[in-house]
């Protein structure tokens, strides 16, 4: 079992910044990856930026050039900056961790959620 608390989220205004952090704990050692996705009132959950084992790193093309993803090991911690925020960017926030399990099958798991509010 793998356990994930988001915090960093609240309100900002339009082009602030914000640094959302994912920390995981228990059976971290078999995480293959992580990642960060958001969900709007209305709208289906959507995977923003994820970051691999081996530090590979991906964006969706709503987020690439404004946020960042990165991770500290000694931590077990994901972080996602956000900057040049945008009021389209109002969502529930959540960290997904992507676990390799014994028998090969995948598991994943995620975070409660942090919202972000933007305002024009």
């Known amino acids: 079992q793998v356990r994930l608390v988001e915090s960093g989220g609240g309100l900002v205004q339009a082009g602030g910044s914000l640094r959302l952090s994912c920390a995981a704990s228990?059976?971290?050692?078999?995480?293959?990856?992580m990642g960060w996705y958001r969900q709007a009132p209305g709208k289906p959950r959507e995977l923003l930026a994820h970051i691999t084992s081996e530090d590979s790193t991906g964006y969706a093309d709503s987020v690439k050039g404004r946020f960042t993803i990165s991770r500290d090991s000694a931590k077990n911690t994901v972080y996602l900056q956000m900057s040049s925020l945008k009021p389209e960017d109002t969502a529930v926030y959540y960290c997904?961790?992507?676990?390799?399990?014994?028998?090969?099958?995948?598991?994943?798991?995620w975070g409660q959620g942090t919202q972000v509010t933007v305002s024009s």
């Open positions: 228990g059976s971290i050692f078999s995480i293959k990856a």
């Open positions: 997904n961790a992507v676990d390799l399990l014994p028998n090969g099958d995948l598991a994943h798991y």
